[in-house]
Protein backbone atom coordinates (compact mmCIF):
# COMPACT_ATOMS: atom_id res chain seq x y z
CA UNK A 1 0.00 0.00 0.00
CA UNK A 2 1.51 2.98 -0.97
CA UNK A 3 2.39 6.48 1.49
CA UNK A 4 -0.27 8.68 1.60
CA UNK A 5 1.85 12.10 -0.16
CA UNK A 6 1.04 15.58 2.56
CA UNK A 7 0.87 19.00 0.55
CA UNK A 8 0.68 22.28 2.38
CA UNK A 9 -1.56 24.39 0.23
CA UNK A 10 -0.57 28.56 0.42
CA UNK A 11 -4.41 30.00 0.79
CA UNK A 12 -5.08 33.51 0.23
CA UNK A 13 -8.83 33.24 0.86
CA UNK A 14 -9.28 33.88 -3.25
CA UNK A 15 -10.34 31.18 -5.74
CA UNK A 16 -7.90 30.53 -7.58
CA UNK A 17 -5.72 28.83 -4.38
CA UNK A 18 -9.08 27.42 -3.20
CA UNK A 19 -9.18 25.43 -7.18
CA UNK A 20 -5.03 24.41 -6.64
CA UNK A 21 -5.85 23.03 -3.55
CA UNK A 22 -9.48 20.79 -4.66
CA UNK A 23 -7.39 19.61 -7.50
CA UNK A 24 -4.63 18.06 -5.54
CA UNK A 25 -7.12 17.00 -2.60
CA UNK A 26 -8.83 14.77 -5.34
CA UNK A 27 -5.78 12.83 -6.61
CA UNK A 28 -5.84 11.75 -3.26
CA UNK A 29 -3.29 13.64 -1.52
CA UNK A 30 -3.83 14.83 2.55
CA UNK A 31 -3.61 18.79 1.89
CA UNK A 32 -3.24 20.92 5.13
CA UNK A 33 -3.96 24.98 4.53
CA UNK A 34 -1.29 27.52 5.59
CA UNK A 35 -2.14 31.17 5.59
CA UNK A 36 0.64 34.28 6.25
CA UNK A 37 -0.19 37.61 8.37
CA UNK A 38 1.84 40.15 7.26
CA UNK A 39 0.59 42.84 8.64
CA UNK A 40 -0.92 44.56 5.61
CA UNK A 41 -3.31 41.67 4.70
CA UNK A 42 -6.36 43.63 3.78
CA UNK A 43 -8.62 40.92 4.98
CA UNK A 44 -11.15 41.88 7.91
CA UNK A 45 -9.56 44.77 9.31
CA UNK A 46 -11.21 48.10 7.97
CA UNK A 47 -14.46 46.06 8.70
CA UNK A 48 -13.91 45.47 11.80
CA UNK A 49 -13.07 49.05 12.94
CA UNK A 50 -15.60 51.18 11.31
CA UNK A 51 -19.46 50.69 12.61
CA UNK A 52 -20.69 50.94 9.34
CA UNK A 53 -19.19 47.69 8.26
CA UNK A 54 -20.00 46.29 11.48
CA UNK A 55 -23.34 45.54 9.86
CA UNK A 56 -21.71 43.26 7.18
CA UNK A 57 -21.37 40.31 6.96
CA UNK A 58 -17.79 39.49 7.58
CA UNK A 59 -15.52 36.17 7.13
CA UNK A 60 -11.82 35.27 6.75
CA UNK A 61 -11.70 34.29 3.61
CA UNK A 62 -8.73 31.80 4.26
CA UNK A 63 -10.73 30.18 7.32
CA UNK A 64 -13.81 30.11 5.21
CA UNK A 65 -12.21 28.14 2.19
CA UNK A 66 -10.53 25.89 4.34
CA UNK A 67 -13.77 25.13 5.65
CA UNK A 68 -15.21 24.44 2.82
CA UNK A 69 -12.39 22.22 1.48
CA UNK A 70 -12.80 20.35 5.07
CA UNK A 71 -9.06 21.10 5.58
CA UNK A 72 -6.52 22.32 8.24
CA UNK A 73 -5.50 25.90 7.84
CA UNK A 74 -2.17 27.09 9.65
CA UNK A 75 -2.45 30.93 10.37
CA UNK A 76 1.41 32.22 10.91
CA UNK A 77 2.17 35.64 12.01
CA UNK A 78 5.22 37.01 10.17
CA UNK A 79 4.71 40.23 10.88
CA UNK A 80 8.58 41.31 12.28
CA UNK A 81 9.95 38.56 9.05
CA UNK A 82 8.34 40.38 6.70
CA UNK A 83 9.43 43.80 7.64
CA UNK A 84 13.09 43.29 5.36
CA UNK A 85 10.63 41.90 2.37
CA UNK A 86 8.30 44.87 2.32
CA UNK A 87 11.80 47.15 3.31
CA UNK A 88 14.74 45.33 0.93
CA UNK A 89 12.63 43.90 -1.82
CA UNK A 90 15.81 42.70 -4.21
CA UNK A 91 13.17 42.57 -7.24
CA UNK A 92 11.63 45.87 -6.38
CA UNK A 93 8.32 47.41 -6.26
CA UNK A 94 5.29 46.64 -8.37
CA UNK A 95 2.73 50.31 -9.09
CA UNK A 96 2.80 51.19 -5.35
CA UNK A 97 4.92 49.51 -2.66
CA UNK A 98 3.69 46.00 -3.39
CA UNK A 99 7.22 43.82 -3.48
CA UNK A 100 4.95 41.08 -5.31
CA UNK A 101 8.17 39.16 -6.43
CA UNK A 102 9.98 38.91 -3.38
CA UNK A 103 6.49 38.54 -1.13
CA UNK A 104 5.94 35.48 -3.14
CA UNK A 105 9.31 33.79 -2.99
CA UNK A 106 9.15 34.70 1.08
CA UNK A 107 5.77 33.20 1.65
CA UNK A 108 6.71 30.09 -0.59
CA UNK A 109 10.10 29.95 1.36
CA UNK A 110 7.98 30.28 4.54
CA UNK A 111 6.35 27.12 3.57
CA UNK A 112 9.12 24.85 2.73
CA UNK A 113 10.64 25.64 6.15
CA UNK A 114 7.00 24.36 7.22
CA UNK A 115 6.83 21.22 5.36
CA UNK A 116 10.26 20.13 6.29
CA UNK A 117 9.12 21.02 10.18
CA UNK A 118 6.34 19.16 9.96
CA UNK A 119 6.86 15.96 7.26
CA UNK A 120 5.12 17.27 4.46
CA UNK A 121 5.71 16.47 0.75
CA UNK A 122 5.46 19.39 -1.26
CA UNK A 123 3.88 22.81 -1.29
CA UNK A 124 1.26 24.06 -3.80
CA UNK A 125 0.08 27.36 -4.99
CA UNK A 126 -2.82 28.89 -6.33
CA UNK A 127 -0.66 31.11 -9.22
CA UNK A 128 -1.73 30.71 -13.03
CA UNK A 129 0.78 32.01 -15.45
CA UNK A 130 0.41 35.37 -16.69
CA UNK A 131 -2.09 36.60 -14.11
CA UNK A 132 0.29 39.04 -12.16
CA UNK A 133 2.62 41.28 -13.53
CA UNK A 134 5.15 41.05 -10.87
CA UNK A 135 4.87 37.27 -9.46
CA UNK A 136 3.27 35.12 -11.86
CA UNK A 137 5.09 35.59 -15.34
CA UNK A 138 6.34 32.49 -16.97
CA UNK A 139 9.81 34.13 -16.25
CA UNK A 140 9.33 34.73 -12.68
CA UNK A 141 8.29 31.42 -11.73
CA UNK A 142 11.31 29.95 -11.30
CA UNK A 143 12.54 32.90 -9.71
CA UNK A 144 9.99 31.86 -6.82
CA UNK A 145 11.35 28.41 -6.88
CA UNK A 146 14.90 29.22 -6.95
CA UNK A 147 14.71 32.04 -4.14
CA UNK A 148 12.50 30.39 -2.06
CA UNK A 149 14.49 27.19 -2.19
CA UNK A 150 11.62 25.10 -2.48
CA UNK A 151 12.51 23.90 -6.15
CA UNK A 152 10.63 21.55 -7.41
CA UNK A 153 8.96 20.94 -4.80
CA UNK A 154 6.78 23.45 -5.60
CA UNK A 155 4.00 22.65 -7.42
CA UNK A 156 1.26 25.14 -9.44
CA UNK A 157 -1.81 22.74 -10.18
CA UNK A 158 -3.51 25.11 -12.12
CA UNK A 159 -0.70 25.96 -14.90
CA UNK A 160 1.10 23.35 -14.40
CA UNK A 161 1.26 21.75 -17.78
CA UNK A 162 3.29 24.88 -18.68
CA UNK A 163 6.13 24.34 -16.65
CA UNK A 164 8.80 21.46 -16.57
CA UNK A 165 7.14 18.91 -14.27
CA UNK A 166 7.99 18.88 -10.19
CA UNK A 167 8.61 16.00 -8.78
CA UNK A 168 5.47 15.56 -7.32
CA UNK A 169 4.55 14.75 -10.92
CA UNK A 170 7.32 12.64 -11.66
CA UNK A 171 7.33 10.81 -8.63
CA UNK A 172 3.80 9.80 -9.44
CA UNK A 173 2.63 11.52 -6.45
CA UNK A 174 -0.14 13.63 -8.67
CA UNK A 175 -1.01 12.96 -12.10
CA UNK A 176 0.26 15.64 -14.53
CA UNK A 177 -2.49 14.76 -16.85
CA UNK A 178 -4.89 16.17 -14.17
CA UNK A 179 -3.65 18.94 -13.65
CA UNK A 180 -3.96 22.33 -15.49
CA UNK A 181 -2.69 24.61 -17.85
CA UNK A 182 -4.08 28.18 -17.47
CA UNK A 183 -2.83 31.05 -18.66
CA UNK A 184 -3.46 34.62 -19.20
CA UNK A 185 -5.52 36.97 -16.90
CA UNK A 186 -9.24 35.86 -18.37
CA UNK A 187 -11.48 34.48 -15.26
CA UNK A 188 -13.26 32.14 -17.43
CA UNK A 189 -11.50 28.80 -16.62
CA UNK A 190 -11.13 29.02 -13.22
CA UNK A 191 -14.83 30.32 -13.14
CA UNK A 192 -15.69 27.02 -15.05
CA UNK A 193 -13.36 24.95 -12.81
CA UNK A 194 -15.54 26.06 -9.41
CA UNK A 195 -18.62 25.05 -11.32
CA UNK A 196 -17.01 22.00 -11.83
CA UNK A 197 -16.45 20.96 -8.17
CA UNK A 198 -19.96 22.96 -7.49
CA UNK A 199 -18.10 26.20 -5.83
CA UNK A 200 -21.03 29.22 -5.81
CA UNK A 201 -19.59 31.25 -3.09
CA UNK A 202 -16.21 32.54 -3.61
CA UNK A 203 -14.37 35.66 -2.20
CA UNK A 204 -13.84 37.98 -5.53
CA UNK A 205 -11.65 36.27 -7.89
CA UNK A 206 -8.17 38.53 -8.38
CA UNK A 207 -9.11 41.24 -5.64
CA UNK A 208 -6.52 42.14 -3.96
CA UNK A 209 -5.50 40.95 -0.42
CA UNK A 210 -2.86 43.52 0.12
CA UNK A 211 -2.96 47.26 1.57
CA UNK A 212 0.63 47.55 -0.18
CA UNK A 213 -0.97 47.56 -3.95
CA UNK A 214 -3.32 50.61 -2.60
CA UNK A 215 -2.03 53.49 -3.56
CA UNK A 216 -3.16 55.74 -1.62
CA UNK A 217 -2.10 53.08 1.37
CA UNK A 218 1.39 53.35 0.23
CA UNK A 219 1.38 57.13 0.27
CA UNK A 220 0.42 57.06 3.52
CA UNK A 221 3.62 54.77 4.20
CA UNK A 222 5.77 56.74 2.12
CA UNK A 223 5.16 60.11 4.27
CA UNK A 224 5.29 58.23 7.69
CA UNK A 225 8.61 56.89 6.54
CA UNK A 226 9.95 60.81 5.42
CA UNK A 227 8.87 62.72 8.21
CA UNK A 228 10.84 60.37 10.67
CA UNK A 229 13.86 60.16 8.19
CA UNK A 230 14.13 56.20 8.86
CA UNK A 231 11.77 53.13 6.79
CA UNK A 232 10.92 51.34 10.13
CA UNK A 233 7.68 50.39 11.12
CA UNK A 234 5.84 48.44 14.28
CA UNK A 235 2.11 46.77 13.83
CA UNK A 236 0.38 49.86 15.53
CA UNK A 237 1.87 52.06 12.51
CA UNK A 238 0.57 50.30 9.84
CA UNK A 239 -2.98 49.66 11.59
CA UNK A 240 -3.16 53.20 12.05
CA UNK A 241 -2.38 54.12 8.30
CA UNK A 242 -5.79 52.26 7.51
CA UNK A 243 -7.51 54.11 10.48
CA UNK A 244 -9.42 57.80 9.72
CA UNK A 245 -8.30 60.77 8.02
CA UNK A 246 -4.52 61.41 7.97
CA UNK A 247 -3.72 65.48 7.64
CA UNK A 248 -0.17 66.86 7.73
CA UNK A 249 -0.83 70.67 8.49
CA UNK A 250 2.88 70.95 9.90
CA UNK A 251 5.83 69.01 8.46
CA UNK A 252 6.86 68.19 12.36
CA UNK A 253 3.16 66.50 13.24
CA UNK A 254 0.48 64.38 11.77
CA UNK A 255 -3.55 64.09 12.78
CA UNK A 256 -4.94 61.02 12.91
CA UNK A 257 -8.88 62.13 12.48
CA UNK A 258 -11.47 59.48 13.05
CA UNK A 259 -14.30 59.76 10.73
CA UNK A 260 -16.96 57.54 12.70
CA UNK A 261 -17.80 56.59 15.83
CA UNK A 262 -16.02 52.55 15.53
CA UNK A 263 -12.69 54.53 14.40
CA UNK A 264 -12.55 56.40 17.25
CA UNK A 265 -13.10 53.65 19.61
CA UNK A 266 -10.04 52.36 17.99
CA UNK A 267 -8.19 55.10 18.28
CA UNK A 268 -8.90 55.32 21.99
CA UNK A 269 -7.14 52.31 22.38
CA UNK A 270 -3.57 54.39 21.67
CA UNK A 271 -5.26 57.05 23.57
CA UNK A 272 -2.15 55.97 26.03
CA UNK A 273 0.84 56.68 23.27
CA UNK A 274 -0.08 59.47 21.28
CA UNK A 275 -1.00 63.26 22.58
CA UNK A 276 -5.11 63.52 21.72
CA UNK A 277 -7.56 65.84 21.30
CA UNK A 278 -11.30 65.96 21.45
CA UNK A 279 -14.45 68.74 21.31
CA UNK A 280 -15.99 68.93 24.51
CA UNK A 281 -18.61 71.78 23.43
CA UNK A 282 -19.77 70.13 20.38
CA UNK A 283 -20.26 66.49 19.10
CA UNK A 284 -16.68 65.54 16.93
CA UNK A 285 -13.92 63.19 16.14
CA UNK A 286 -11.02 61.70 18.59
CA UNK A 287 -7.71 63.08 17.29
CA UNK A 288 -4.62 61.51 17.67
CA UNK A 289 -1.37 64.06 17.02
CA UNK A 290 2.30 62.20 16.03
CA UNK A 291 5.06 64.00 16.24
CA UNK A 292 6.72 66.26 18.43
CA UNK A 293 4.04 69.86 19.17
CA UNK A 294 4.27 73.20 20.48
CA UNK A 295 1.38 74.74 21.98
CA UNK A 296 0.69 76.34 18.88
CA UNK A 297 0.42 73.12 16.79
CA UNK A 298 -2.47 71.68 19.12
CA UNK A 299 -3.67 75.33 18.64
CA UNK A 300 -3.78 74.46 15.00
CA UNK A 301 -4.84 70.93 15.23
CA UNK A 302 -7.81 71.54 17.47
CA UNK A 303 -8.75 74.17 14.75
CA UNK A 304 -8.80 71.70 11.91
CA UNK A 305 -10.33 68.77 14.29
CA UNK A 306 -13.34 71.85 14.74
CA UNK A 307 -13.55 71.57 11.12
CA UNK A 308 -14.55 68.17 11.15
CA UNK A 309 -16.70 68.45 14.26
CA UNK A 310 -20.50 69.51 14.83
CA UNK A 311 -18.90 73.00 15.17
CA UNK A 312 -17.59 73.67 12.29
CA UNK A 313 -19.68 76.57 12.08
CA UNK A 314 -19.88 77.74 15.67
CA UNK A 315 -17.60 81.21 16.56
CA UNK A 316 -15.65 79.02 19.42
CA UNK A 317 -15.24 74.86 20.04
CA UNK A 318 -13.74 74.14 23.29
CA UNK A 319 -11.18 71.08 23.29
CA UNK A 320 -10.04 68.82 26.03
CA UNK A 321 -5.98 67.96 25.64
CA UNK A 322 -4.83 65.03 27.01
CA UNK A 323 -1.31 64.23 27.18
CA UNK A 324 -0.37 59.86 27.04
CA UNK A 325 -0.03 60.23 31.21
CA UNK A 326 -3.34 61.35 31.31
CA UNK A 327 -2.37 65.19 32.27
CA UNK A 328 -5.45 67.30 30.98
CA UNK A 329 -6.27 70.82 29.49
CA UNK A 330 -9.09 72.86 27.90
CA UNK A 331 -8.74 74.71 25.03
CA UNK A 332 -11.05 76.98 23.15
CA UNK A 333 -10.48 77.75 19.41
CA UNK A 334 -12.19 78.78 15.79
CA UNK A 335 -12.76 76.65 13.51
CA UNK A 336 -11.08 76.79 10.63
CA UNK A 337 -13.00 77.79 7.43
CA UNK A 338 -13.22 75.02 4.53
CA UNK A 339 -10.52 76.86 2.15
CA UNK A 340 -8.15 77.37 4.91
CA UNK A 341 -7.33 73.55 4.87
CA UNK A 342 -4.79 73.28 2.32
CA UNK A 343 -5.47 70.38 -0.06
CA UNK A 344 -1.54 69.64 0.54
CA UNK A 345 -2.36 68.52 4.19
CA UNK A 346 -3.93 65.97 3.42
CA UNK A 347 -2.37 62.70 2.92
CA UNK B 1 -18.30 26.40 36.41
CA UNK B 2 -15.69 24.56 34.45
CA UNK B 3 -11.90 25.15 34.92
CA UNK B 4 -10.15 27.93 32.88
CA UNK B 5 -6.77 26.13 32.09
CA UNK B 6 -5.92 29.19 30.52
CA UNK B 7 -6.84 32.77 29.30
CA UNK B 8 -5.79 34.61 26.72
CA UNK B 9 -5.82 38.79 25.98
CA UNK B 10 -6.40 39.48 22.65
CA UNK B 11 -7.85 42.52 23.02
CA UNK B 12 -7.82 45.43 20.58
CA UNK B 13 -6.03 42.81 18.39
CA UNK B 14 -7.88 42.73 15.26
CA UNK B 15 -8.35 39.82 13.02
CA UNK B 16 -6.60 37.41 12.14
CA UNK B 17 -4.46 37.98 15.29
CA UNK B 18 -6.81 36.87 17.92
CA UNK B 19 -7.08 33.44 15.54
CA UNK B 20 -3.02 33.39 15.73
CA UNK B 21 -2.74 34.16 19.02
CA UNK B 22 -5.53 31.58 20.44
CA UNK B 23 -3.94 28.84 18.02
CA UNK B 24 -0.44 29.45 19.21
CA UNK B 25 -1.94 29.32 23.07
CA UNK B 26 -3.91 26.04 21.98
CA UNK B 27 -0.34 24.37 20.42
CA UNK B 28 0.66 24.60 24.07
CA UNK B 29 -2.38 23.22 25.71
CA UNK B 30 -3.68 19.28 26.43
CA UNK B 31 -6.59 17.94 24.96
CA UNK B 32 -9.31 18.58 27.29
CA UNK B 33 -7.82 21.96 28.52
CA UNK B 34 -9.73 25.16 28.21
CA UNK B 35 -8.94 28.13 26.83
CA UNK B 36 -10.37 31.44 27.42
CA UNK B 37 -10.03 34.40 24.96
CA UNK B 38 -10.98 37.71 25.86
CA UNK B 39 -11.21 40.14 22.55
CA UNK B 40 -13.34 43.55 21.10
CA UNK B 41 -12.67 42.53 17.66
CA UNK B 42 -16.05 40.96 16.47
CA UNK B 43 -14.86 39.42 13.96
CA UNK B 44 -13.55 36.92 16.56
CA UNK B 45 -17.31 35.51 16.72
CA UNK B 46 -17.37 34.30 13.17
CA UNK B 47 -13.43 33.64 13.29
CA UNK B 48 -12.10 31.65 15.92
CA UNK B 49 -15.64 29.29 15.72
CA UNK B 50 -14.46 28.44 12.13
CA UNK B 51 -10.59 28.32 12.92
CA UNK B 52 -11.97 25.86 16.20
CA UNK B 53 -14.68 23.64 13.70
CA UNK B 54 -11.42 23.19 11.04
CA UNK B 55 -9.04 21.90 13.94
CA UNK B 56 -10.97 19.96 15.96
CA UNK B 57 -11.74 21.98 18.64
CA UNK B 58 -15.58 22.83 20.59
CA UNK B 59 -16.25 26.42 21.40
CA UNK B 60 -17.81 26.34 24.88
CA UNK B 61 -19.61 29.25 24.94
CA UNK B 62 -19.10 33.09 23.28
CA UNK B 63 -20.03 35.78 25.79
CA UNK B 64 -20.40 39.65 25.94
CA UNK B 65 -18.71 41.16 28.93
CA UNK B 66 -19.10 45.38 29.04
CA UNK B 67 -16.49 45.76 25.65
CA UNK B 68 -15.11 42.22 25.93
CA UNK B 69 -15.32 39.24 23.78
CA UNK B 70 -15.14 36.25 25.80
CA UNK B 71 -14.83 32.92 23.67
CA UNK B 72 -14.39 29.76 25.71
CA UNK B 73 -12.42 27.06 23.72
CA UNK B 74 -12.31 22.69 24.56
CA UNK B 75 -8.66 21.84 22.96
CA UNK B 76 -9.45 18.80 20.75
CA UNK B 77 -13.45 18.90 22.30
CA UNK B 78 -14.93 17.92 18.59
CA UNK B 79 -12.52 15.10 19.14
CA UNK B 80 -10.64 15.26 15.91
CA UNK B 81 -7.22 13.40 15.74
CA UNK B 82 -4.86 16.32 15.26
CA UNK B 83 -2.29 15.95 12.73
CA UNK B 84 0.53 18.35 12.82
CA UNK B 85 -0.46 21.40 15.23
CA UNK B 86 1.05 19.75 18.14
Known sequence: MSTQRKAVSLISGGLDSMLATKVIMEQGVHVEGINFFTGFCVEGHTHAIRNRDRKKPKRNNALWVAEQLGIKL???????EYKDVLLNPKHGYGQNLNPCLDCKGFMVRKAYEWIRANNFDFIITGEVMGQRPMSQRKDTMPV??????????????????????????????????????????????????????????????????????D?????????????RSTRVYELDDIMLL???????????????????????????GYRKQFLHIRPLSHKGPLVLIDGEVSDDDVHLAARVAARYSQGRDADVVEFEVISPDEHRETLKVAPLGQDEIAPEWHI | MAYIDKELDARRLLCPLPVIRAQDAVALMQAGQRLRVFATDPGVKNDIPAWCRINGHKVESIAEQDDDIVITIEVDGLGTTKFSDR
Not at chain 1, 174 to 194: D, H, I, T
Not at chain 1, 199 to 211: E, K, L
Open chain 1, 144 to 213: VQRESGAGDLLLRPLCAKHLPPTLPEREGWVKRESLYGFNGRSRKPQMALAQHYGFSDYATPAGGCCFLT
Open chain 1, 74 to 80: HIVDVID
Open chain 1, 215 to 227: KAYSEKLVDMWQH
Open chain 1, 242 to 268: KVGRHLRPRPHFKMIISREEGEGKFLE
